[in-house]
């Protein structure tokens, strides 16, 4: 089994700062592509932004330019560092990974989700 624990969240003013991370353990062989995705109260859950093996990013329009996607493969860790946070970037921040368990099985793990919250 593979678990995905994310830290990081909590309070912060608009225009501020937070660094979230997520370190992922268990029966690891191979991290593929790691993501962040959140969700907001009464939305669906949507995609923040993802980074593949090779360290290509993808993020949504909605944080181009604010937000930083970087993975340890060390540590088998992925962090958002999220800058000039808005009040609607309010959400539960979930991290996933696509990881091979085992020889020629791969699959898709989330963590628990951590709270963001931007107000004044």
């Known amino acids: 089994q593979v678990q995905l624990v994310e830290s990081g969240g909590g309070l912060v003013q608009p225009g501020g700062s937070l660094r979230l991370s997520c370190a992922a353990s268990g029966s690891i062989l191979v991290i593929n592509a790691l993501g962040w995705y959140r969700q907001a109260p009464g939305k669906e859950r949507e995609l923040v932004g993802t980074i593949t093996s090779g360290r290509s990013t993808n993020y949504a329009d909605s944080v181009k330019g604010r937000f930083t996607i970087s993975r340890d493969n060390a540590k088998n860790t992925v962090n958002l560092q999220m800058n000039s946070l808005k009040p609607e970037d309010t959400a539960v921040y979930y991290c996933?990974?696509?990881?091979?368990?085992?020889?020629?099985?791969?699959?898709?793990?989330w963590g628990q989700g951590t709270q963001v919250t931007v107000s004044s």
């Open positions: 996933n990974a696509d990881i091979m368990y085992r020889l020629g099985l791969s699959r898709v793990w």
